[in-house]
């Protein structure tokens, strides 16, 4: 056991937590007023939720034993043999415990992702329904195929530094799926404007988001050391190569818009997390500037195509950035960096078919079984709340509540 | 005669109201955020254990300057489009107007409005 | 007879019109903020790609009360100082007061402005 | 004939000014944040080192609209509640109504207030 | 020395830092707009004084030479020989100036926590004094009790990990104390409405809350190894799962409310203090529903009650949430996690008494210096603002500032 | 390598990292707030611009093989030869990625610090060419001659631990060039209030400011172990110390001022950056006090004198405290904490001159460029935005944007 490692793997754990209510701040600000704390909550109760969810039957579902490269068995339900000592198979120079719970945070941000595509509609009940159905039957198993040990893409020989199919893909496509299944928020295909009310919070919210990434991305290297560094150096590079080309691009069409740098940013944190470990530092400039030119750009048709309101672009940030990413990686990898992967600029172009395969059976695997979850929460409790309901605001409508009180 | 229209709506229904508004061709007015009470008694909101009341419930007020043959039209649209047949609808005030003024151009009363 | 000034103008204004009045000798005003619409037919914000348009802009609410013979006196300082030439510079509407009352001394109609 | 009352009040003094209209009946009212200018002269606020000044000072804005035999009261009503004898205790202002509707009823005139 | 201890002490110390205005955050979204700077003021100033009280005189009477099982003797005043050194006595494997440290910020939050009760109408020099007094008076002897090397309650064998009864019931029951001779705001008895201004700082505040409370918790190891491992999930699990049932209770009465949310997380943290090194992972669910629960229905009593204006239930919160850590660490606590510490589910239900009586000596102790020093002051300088300063807002009549300028 | 230590420093360097949006909250909360947004926006810029200049050019120049004790050589350029493994120069326990990207942070954050003196009038694209030109011409020469290993002020034997020089005297100083060539605000000749927006944005940003500062001080130990806690110690008394005393000087005068309380917190922190790692805890007291009564009347005097519109007072805080500090280190520096550095406490006079030459020689370089750069831009692309923009807000004008939607 390393006593460095393990304060490295802590902190980093700290840092992932502190992204969940960062996401609940990014994301509130830009909604309407009267959703501001309707939409905190989701990141909110998500994060109590899968908090649990995880100790009882999560890890040992995505991590534990492997059965048939598919899913963990339940031998460490309810952390059963899960103590201090570390584990022989993940992180072996920290307590398994602390594993285990650097681990529970990428499950809990993953299921608050994709409450962007449904704020301001989806009624509270159905929202949890929804999540702790997705985290069982989706998160858990594509977590296994990735990260876990016998994980049959990570038998393919997958790279998923941490996380860009398992949590951004994942979350991204999820959304999409949730989003057509619920439909758009009333006057969504009137183009009604929809104000975000609180800028600041969203600028805050990336902060510490951009903060908290460096646990996402450097604390997945698992020992506070040479990859570590690595790691930290191209998260940090990536988030300010995406948010300054995002910037250019709202100031060539008009503006360099403040929501613009700060969704850049968080863009190009997607996009180098699969990367991270694997690539050199400057390589996180280019990854990080054409994260931002693809999102931008399907973010601008999807506002124009004006069809599905996939409310807080999660697909074109985290779809679009995550399936950048992962592509990236199958380039830019080099042994230089990691001995645990190389790409094309190594000469191995097969490492981008492999990735092409990562992110397509996520893409399909998410998006099906979203659906149907969708469907049949549809069908029997119902999705949304009523159009009255809807009209006075989720704030007051599910939680009773109003942001600023007093008159 | 130009009169003024303040009408005290719910805030859910300003987009309803605008709308109908410009659908009927008017297009100036002022809107204000206000906090209201009257029928409708005020709401119960959460507090972190049990509830409490909240005896004033946020409404929006639509202020507009109508020549005085418009008025009665506008305060129709104003109804249908703001009505949900429920406590809290709010009230709609007339008031005389003496006088308007625009800035830019300095024109007064009526022609202010009249030459677009 | 008394007189209420209803100003609605460019927030950027509201210095400079706080100060031609206060250098005419007009103390007493309220201030609201609100949201307007008219001529000006809005503005286009950026969002995170693209743009939206906003329907109501921020503007300034002006209330001044006065005794009818500074009426005209305190519009046209109001006019030459919130006045750009662009549009959305606002309006000026004059309405009829009945009564006005000072809470701290209970005086009533103009005496209640005249005894400074 | 129908009476707008307009109270700019103390923030403070809201609750005790809303308690007294309730116990003399009055329920209906509309509430605004303004910001004022008066007699008062506005107050000194800290900054960093040293102050500055501040011209307008928060206040409530009360709107209420009754049927002109009630005007006197509910005014007596306010003035006593709202006052503490020092400046910026605030004004009242009495306007005309042409006409008031519910938006609810679509009731029109007095019998709008009258029928509960 | 260690510097992977080194580094995780120095970390957890400056997340536990972060608390205290976390703290202004929380509070000062609870209570009324005109009063937001002075609550947060509380916090901050209280900051600020602590930390040099704490070096100069605190310490030492905490942590020095114990003098009879009651305080420390004023050997180490002004930090004399606390140095880069470790102490021999505590913490053996960091510099003892960073266990200093570490300690200064437990000091600090314990003051800051109860001036939740008094928040928006006392006055503000008057808060000073009495912080400093009971910083002197009631803090540094309960912490040398418990924590300092020779405490009669260190050596009649009370569990407390992290702080329950030195941190959470002290400073709640003294919270009492003083809203109790400071007397209710205002339109208190008349149930005048006292709406919060800001519910999402109250969200704000309570994650960075849970964000620092890992170094709260897991720097209590004071160790980057097995138990800091433990204590962090722990931690996170309580928090969740108390989080989640004080939604469930909000639900069950009316609506999942938000600061519900975030005020059962708080509290699920609070209760876990005392037992995070001392019970295993599955434990801390019970701990912090079993805490929500108990807290919920202390407040819905209060407010029935109507008696005392304890105005942001700093005793329901921190007094009930720490006395039932405190005792739940006596049932929980087992050797299978940390060798220090056996509890009932051991078999040793003696635990559950010295429970008992460290809660009842502290409770006792506090209480009645809190009582004196505010009758004490109440004479003297007066605690209250007046009556008309107390209309206006503190934020104007204490500080002279708005919190939001400008028309 | 040791992993404690990168451990470490990776945190600090996240800390250090936060600490850029932290500011944004600071300044973004004391001007207009139609200017809000804007003057958030230029820290959140200049984190994404500086970071990729500091990778391509910035480290090579600042800390690659010297050139004649003025600069770096090119040798490095974009990360040539600056991977994984320590240096041989710097931080040699960890990689030497982590010190270059612990070194990046504090780049980002000094070009930040300057833009207090021109928020709502500079035009965006002006302040980001004036910050590049600054980064290259004036950040990156001043930390080559402190830090650099041969620069000219390190072999004189210039003491800065973390950054009073380098950082606070080098923005500082800028920040009043730039200022006097920029020209006052619209309405501040005539003494138009100028009311701040949001202060509870400044607490949020000071607290994020003091928090991560413990990565600023202490992580400039770059190892975790006695020194760091020492800094950790310092950093946090001084903090503490200026705080209390600037809120004193505001009671003194009139009220004890929230945003007095925060500013004053910053002003100590600036002022023990230079000495954190040299000068005993109880030294951290004098020099936190003495650095708010020293920025505290400069700003008054400022006020009063009413000639420059230096708007946040950039030079009284970090200009004023950075000098005072660097005095400080001259002063307080004690071989009994660090036997790299003994001043006059020790009988070493001589190096109050040294520190003296330091302060000047920075001046005058940085104003001198600054005022340059200021007057070739202004010639060129010009500074201001128009008349007309002011008045509107940079807000609208610069970005499009509104900081809080919704009619
Ligand atoms: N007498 C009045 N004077 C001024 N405003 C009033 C008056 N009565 C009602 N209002 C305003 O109208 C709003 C709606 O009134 P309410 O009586 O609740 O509506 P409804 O008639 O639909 O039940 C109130 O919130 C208040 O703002
Ligand atoms: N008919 C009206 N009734 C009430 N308010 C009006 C009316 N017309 C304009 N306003 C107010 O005046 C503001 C300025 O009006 P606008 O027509 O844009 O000015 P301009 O005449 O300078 O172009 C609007 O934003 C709105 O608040
Ligand atoms: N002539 C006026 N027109 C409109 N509002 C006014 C006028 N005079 C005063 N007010 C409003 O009344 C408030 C209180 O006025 P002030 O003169 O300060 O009160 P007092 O008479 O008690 O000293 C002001 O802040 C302003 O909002």
Not at chain 1, 63 to 91: H, R
Not at chain 2, 12 to 34: H, Q, R
Not at chain 2, 55 to 73: S, W
């Amino acid at each position: 056991m390393n006593s460095g490692d393990t304060a490295w793997l802590l902190t980093s754990t700290a840092l992932v937590l502190l992204m969940t209510p960062a996401l609940a701040f990014f994301y509130g600000g830009m909604v309407r007023r009267k959703n501001l704390l309707s939409t905190i909550m989701m990141s909110f109760a998500i994060l109590c939720m899968v908090s649990i969810l995880w100790i009882i039957y999560g890890y040992t579902m995505a991590f534990g034993p492997d059965v048939k490269g598919l899913i963990g068995n339940f031998s460490w339900l309810g952390l059963l043999g899960v103590g201090q000592d570390p584990s022989t198979v993940y992180a072996t120079t920290v307590p398994h415990l602390a594993f285990m719970a650097f681990q529970a945070t990428f499950a809990i941000i993953t299921v608050a992702l994709w409450t962007g595509a449904v704020v301001e509609r989806i009624k509270f009940g159905a929202l949890l329904a929804f999540a702790a159905l997705w985290f069982t039957l989706v998160y858990c198993p594509v977590a296994h195929w990735v990260w876990g040990s016998g994980g049959w893409l990570a038998q393919l020989g997958a790279l998923d530094f941490a996380g860009g199919t398992v949590v951004h893909v994942n979350a991204g496509i999820s959304a999409l799926a949730l989003a057509l299944v619920l439909g758009p928020r009333r006057g969504f295909k009137e183009g009604e404007t929809m104000e975000p009310n609180n800028i600041p919070y969203v600028v805050l919210g990336a902060a510490l988001l951009w903060f908290g990434w460096f646990g996402f991305n450097a604390g997945s290297a698992l020992t506070a050391g040479r990859l570590a560094a690595n790691a930290f150096v191209t998260t940090n590079t990536a988030a300010a190569s995406a948010g300054f080309t995002w910037m250019l691009l709202g100031w060539i069409h008009r503006r360099p818009s403040v929501v613009g740098a700060a969704t850049g940013a968080v863009v190009g944190l997607v996009a180098i997390t699969p990367a991270a470990g694997f690539v050199q530092p400057w390589a996180a400039i280019p990854i990080g500037a054409i994260g931002s030119v693809i999102s931008y750009y399907v973010m601008v048709w999807r506002a124009k195509a004006n069809k599905v309101d996939e409310s807080l672009d999660v697909f074109a940030c985290h779809g679009m950035g995550g399936t950048w990413g992962a592509l990236a990686t199958g380039i830019f990898a080099t042994t230089a960096v990691n001995t645990g992967g190389s790409g094309l600029i190594d000469g191995n172009w097969k490492q981008v078919l492999i990735q092409v395969v990562a992110i397509a059976a996520t893409m399909v695997f998410a998006f099906g079984v979203s659906w149907l979850l969708a469907k049949a929460l549809k069908a029997t409790m119902g999705l949304r709340v009523k159009d009255e309901e809807e009209a006075v605001g989720l704030d007051i409508s599910q939680h009773g509540e109003n942001a600023y009180g007093g008159v | 005669m130009l009169k003024k229209i303040e009408a005290i709506i719910r805030p859910e229904k300003l987009d309803a109201v605008k709308d109908a508004l410009e659908a009927s061709g008017i297009l100036g007015m002022t809107v204000t955020n206000v906090n209201g009470r009257g029928r409708q008694k005020g709401i119960a909101l959460q507090w972190r254990a049990g509830e409490y009341r909240v005896d004033f419930l946020p409404k929006i007020k639509l202020e507009l300057v109508v020549a005085g043959e418009e008025c009665q039209a506008a305060i129709n649209t104003i109804c249908t489009a703001a009505k949900t047949g429920r406590e809290g609808d709010g009230m709609i005030f007339v008031l005389p107007v003496e006088n308007a003024i625009r800035v830019r151009t300095s024109d007064c009363g009526e022609e202010c409005f009249s030459r677009q």
